[in-house]
Nanobody, 123 residues
Framework: QVQLVESGGGLVQAGGSLRLSCAAS????????MAWFRQAPGKEREFVAA????????YYVDSVKGRFTISRDNAKITVYLQMNSLKPEDTAVYYC????????????????WGKGTLVTVSS
């Protein structure tokens, strides 16, 4: 059983930056591709970014490309989401998730989820 705990959310002005962290425990971290999802008020949860087990391959939703960077530190058992040039439409609860397997696939379910951290971007 893998436990995921997000941190780093908060209130930031438009154009600002935040770095989210997701600490994992209870499993072999490098056996999982990791991803970030978000859910804005009144909307469905959406994929934001993913990274393969080695960190060598990353994937992003078009709306965050060039602004967000996902990375992982397998020694620290942590995945990060660096968010720059934030916009009010980035306001959401951000969730960390783990997918068993070395390579990320958008067609397979995530195996574990964190409880989320709230990011609020003011205009």
């Amino acid at each position: 059983q893998v436990q995921l705990v997000e941190s780093g959310g908060g209130l930031v002005q438009a154009g600002g930056s935040l770095r989210l962290s997701c600490a994992a425990s209870g499993g072999i971290f490098r056996n999982y591709a990791m991803a970030w999802f978000r859910q804005a008020p009144g909307k469905e949860r959406e994929f934001v970014a993913a990274v393969t087990w080695s960190g060598s391959n990353t994937y992003y939703v078009d709306s965050v490309k060039g602004r967000f960077t996902i990375s992982r530190d397998n020694a620290k058992i942590t995945v990060y989401l660096q968010m720059n040039s934030l916009k009010p439409e980035d306001t959401a609860v951000y969730y960390c998730a783990a997918q068993a397997g070395f390579n990320w696939s958008p067609f397979r379910d995530m195996d574990y989820w964190g409880k989320g951290t709230l990011v609020t971007v003011s205009s």
